[in-house]
């Protein structure tokens, strides 16, 4: 099973502050890496599927870069919806798996 | 645009077991190539992927789960579902179906998710 880690555990920032959060792989997995908000209450959401590809309706401030083993999505300028959850999932291999998650909160 | 919504009890006894159903509106279940998906969430903890399916019935599943899962389709209801047994109460959680989980690997759209509490 492939483990994704990702670091921070939580961000504190402000809003219009660049928010940049990792997702490191156990073992490479190319660039089949995805990327998903959540915030309370709700399902997630797809926001970057392999890599780089933002998902249909993605605001342009959301962009994502890495492959083998180390990930990041980047935040560019945080808006007060921005404030959630964000988790990263591998297709490289079965069984999917996602990371343990990254908190962006209100500095 | 599909859309995709989850039915089934919100409470269960330790060691029966859990159904769920997702019902698919937007489209044919088996119009898409694609696999349909089960990912869980325990309250306050992360996403779990539980399993996928095809509409020709190939499934995918999670080895944690150790067998306990079965994963079924009914195209003619536009559905898909879940059978989790022997339930105890780590698998308290939100259930969301999703499509997804298979070759494509992502999971997009999600269903809104129904807690499963699991408690005599």
């Known amino acids: 099973e492939i483990v994704l880690t990702q670091s921070p555990a939580t961000l504190s920032l402000s809003p219009g502050e660049r928010a940049t959060l990792s997702c490191r792989a156990s073992?490479?997995?190319?660039?089949?890496v995805a990327w998903y908000q959540q915030k309370p209450g709700q399902a997630p959401r797809l926001l970057i599927y392999?890599?780089?590809n933002r998902a249909t309706g993605i605001p342009a401030r959301f962009s994502g870069s890495g492959s083998g083993t180390d990930f990041t999505l980047t935040i560019s300028s945080l808006e007060p919806e921005d404030f959630a959850v964000y988790y990263c999932?591998?297709?490289?291999?079965?069984?999917?798996?996602f990371g343990q998650g990254t908190k962006v909160e209100i500095k | 645009q599909l859309q995709l919504q989850e039915s089934g009890p919100g409470l269960v006894k330790p060691s029966e077991t859990l159904s769920l159903t997702c019902t698919v509106s937007?489209?044919?279940?088996?119009?898409?190539?694609?696999?349909w998906g089960w990912v869980r969430q325990p309250p306050g903890k992360g996403l779990e992927w539980m399993g996928s399916?095809?509409?020709?019935?190939?499934?995918y599943d999670n080895p944690s789960l150790k067998s306990r899962v079965t994963l079924s389709v009914d195209t003619s209801k536009n559905q898909f579902s879940l059978k989790l047994y022997s339930v105890t109460a780590a698998d308290t959680a939100v259930y969301y179906c999703?499509?997804?989980?298979?070759?494509?690997?992502?999971?997009?759209?999600w269903g809104q998710g129904t807690l499963v509490t699991v408690s005599s």
């Open positions: 999703a499509l997804g989980g298979g070759f494509r690997g992502w999971f997009d759209p």
């Open positions: 937007g489209g044919p279940i088996s119009s898409v190539s694609y696999y």
């Open positions: 399916i095809h509409s020709r019935g190939y499934t």
């Open positions: 073992q490479t997995i190319s660039s089949y």
């Open positions: 392999d890599a780089s």
């Open positions: 999932q591998q297709r490289s291999n079965w069984p999917r798996t």
